[in-house]
T-cell receptor
Framework: GESVGLHLPTLSVQEGDNSIINCAYS??????FIWYKQESGKGPQFIIDIRSNMDKRQGQRVTVLLNKTVKHLSLQIAATQPGDSAVYFCAENETGRRALTFGSGTRLQVQP | ETGVTQTPRHLVMGMTNKKSLKCEQHLGHNAMYWYKQSAKKPLELMFV???????ENNSVPSRFSPECPNSSHLFLHLHTLQPEDSALYLC???????????????FGPGTRLTVL
């Protein structure tokens, strides 16, 4: 299921370190953002979401930060594990639109 | 398991063949989607259905023909495809319907299509 052949930016981290994956968006009217994880051979899986009335949201080992001023979104993964190795996509939506707009993704490689 | 299943998982077809991809969602959602994920581009939206009605067609060539007989099933009929149509085809669903919740989309595992 990975974007084989697509030149994705790659983030390589050591197991146990924290990872930060960044995403820039262009639509200033977007008011909803999602991070997806896509492992090899699988479809994208929901990780965490955030609405534009927030600037931070925490889940289990993950935190999403939203900076609307510069239209920037980040995903922080604490204590990265080998099972976190995957391609991570951000997606955005604007109220009223029936579809998400996806970014191109970042490949996270966790070194044991 | 996300509750969205797709069959087949892999498909190889010639340019003159006709085949269909199937998607089924067990989440009680009303909106369903087809996306294309190719080697050179990010996820591309193809079609959106809400309550069995097509609400978006993202300028998709007519050799791709969607069908949504009910809110749980979505098909993508393929005919006279080109090699550049080789990609991973992903189905997704969301609550949609009258609530208008399209954000929280759940994806199936995809069908890996190769056109020879």
């Amino acid at each position: 299921g990975e974007s084989v052949g697509l030149h994705l930016p790659t983030l390589s981290v050591q197991e146990g370190d924290n990872s930060i994956i960044n995403c820039a968006y262009s639509n200033s009217a977007s008011d909803y953002f999602i991070w997806y994880k896509q492992e090899s051979g699988k479809g994208p899986q929901f990780i965490i979401d955030i609405r534009s009335n927030m600037d931070k949201r925490q889940g289990q080992r993950v935190t999403v930060l939203l900076n609307k001023t510069v239209k920037h979104l980040s995903l922080q993964i604490a204590a990265t594990q080998p099972g976190d190795s995957a391609v991570y996509f951000c997606a955005e939506n604007e109220t009223g639109r029936r579809a998400l707009t996806f970014g191109s993704g970042t490949r996270l490689q966790v070194q044991p | 398991e996300t509750g969205v299943t797709q069959t087949p998982r892999h498909l190889v077809m010639g340019m003159t063949n006709k085949k269909s991809l199937k998607c089924e969602q067990h989440l009680g959602h009303n909106a369903m989607y087809w996306y294309k994920q190719s080697a050179k581009k990010p996820l591309e939206l193809m079609f959106v259905y809400n309550f069995k009605e097509q609400t978006e067609n993202n300028s998709v060539p007519s050799r791709f023909s969607p069908e949504c007989p009910n809110s749980s099933h979505l098909f993508l009929h393929l005919h006279t495809l080109q090699p550049e149509d080789s990609a991973l085809y992903l189905c997704a669903s969301s609550q949609g319907g009258l609530s208008g919740i399209y954000n929280e989309q759940f994806f199936g595992p995809g069908t890996r299509l190769t056109v020879l």
